[in-house]
């Protein structure tokens, strides 16, 4: 069974940066697309960002130019660069693979966009 820890969530300034990682245990890592989700308080969970095996990149509209997605098949990890932070940022941020997530979801990383 995969394993999805993620991390580096923190409570930021508007304006800010972090940068997340989700490791992946097991060797399906490199065949698949994998996506940030976020799920704000009391709001669906949606897609921010996908990479295929490939490299090639996707983007949610309200992340585009702020955001950027990276992934390194050799430490089973994909990454979630993310700059200008907003308040509406505001969310549990969780990895799965795309289209078909995953049954088993990490625990999440909490990133909070707060002045």
């Known amino acids: 069974q995969v394993q999805l820890v993620e991390s580096g969530g923190d409570l930021v300034q508007p304006g800010g940066s972090l940068r997340l990682s989700c490791a992946a245990s097991g060797s399906i890592f490199s065949r698949y697309t994998w996506g940030w989700y976020r799920q704000p308080p009391g709001k669906q969970r949606d897609l921010v960002a996908r990479i295929t095996s490939r490299g090639s990149t996707n983007y949610a509209d309200f992340v585009k130019g702020r955001f950027t997605i990276a992934r390194d098949s050799a430490k089973n990890t994909v990454y979630l660069q993310m700059n200008s932070l907003k308040p509406e940022d505001t969310a549990v941020y969780y990895c799965?693979?795309?289209?078909?997530?995953?049954?088993?979801w990490g625990q999440g990383t909490q990133v909070t966009v707060s002045s």
């Open positions: 799965n693979t795309y289209p078909t997530p995953l049954r088993s």
